[in-house]
């Protein structure tokens, strides 16, 4: 088992950067990893995917070309660079591990067997 710890999240206007980040409990290079967030009263989504090895990254519409999404294998920690943030990314960004069906690339929420608590970000006018 594997526990993470988000990190980064605050409150920024439309525009800003933020970087947010997922320290793991113990080595997690053999995990692929992905972002999902939550917005307030509404259903969790996927936001970024990363491979255990980094060598392929993908992105939901909403966030590519704006997010980047990146681990540190030496330091068991995944990242997720966020530029030119809007008020519709306000949420509570989770990182979490794949544990089912990791062979190819899932945004399904039940293939990813442990997660964060969650770090909040929130992007005012």
């Known amino acids: 088992q594997v526990e993470f710890l988000e990190s980064g999240g605050g409150l920024v206007q439309a525009g800003d950067s933020l970087r947010i980040s997922c320290k793991a409990s113990?080595?997690?290079?053999?995990?692929?990893m992905a972002w999902f967030r939550q917005a307030q009263g509404k259903a969790r989504e996927f936001v970024a995917y990363?491979?255990?090895?980094?060598?392929?990254?993908i992105y939901s519409d909403s966030v590519k070309g704006r997010f980047t999404i990146s681990r540190d294998n030496g330091k068991d920690t995944l990242y997720l660079q966020m530029d030119n943030l809007k008020p519709e990314d306000t949420a509570v960004y989770f990182c979490?591990?794949?544990?089912?069906?990791?062979?190819?690339?899932?945004?399904?929420?039940?293939?990813?067997?442990?997660w964060g608590q969650g770090t909040q970000v929130s992007v005012s006018t």
């Open positions: 979490a591990a794949c544990t089912k069906s990791c062979f190819a690339f899932t945004k399904e929420l039940s293939d990813y067997g442990y």
């Open positions: 113990r080595p997690f290079h053999n995990y692929v």
């Open positions: 990363i491979d255990a090895l980094e060598r392929d990254t």
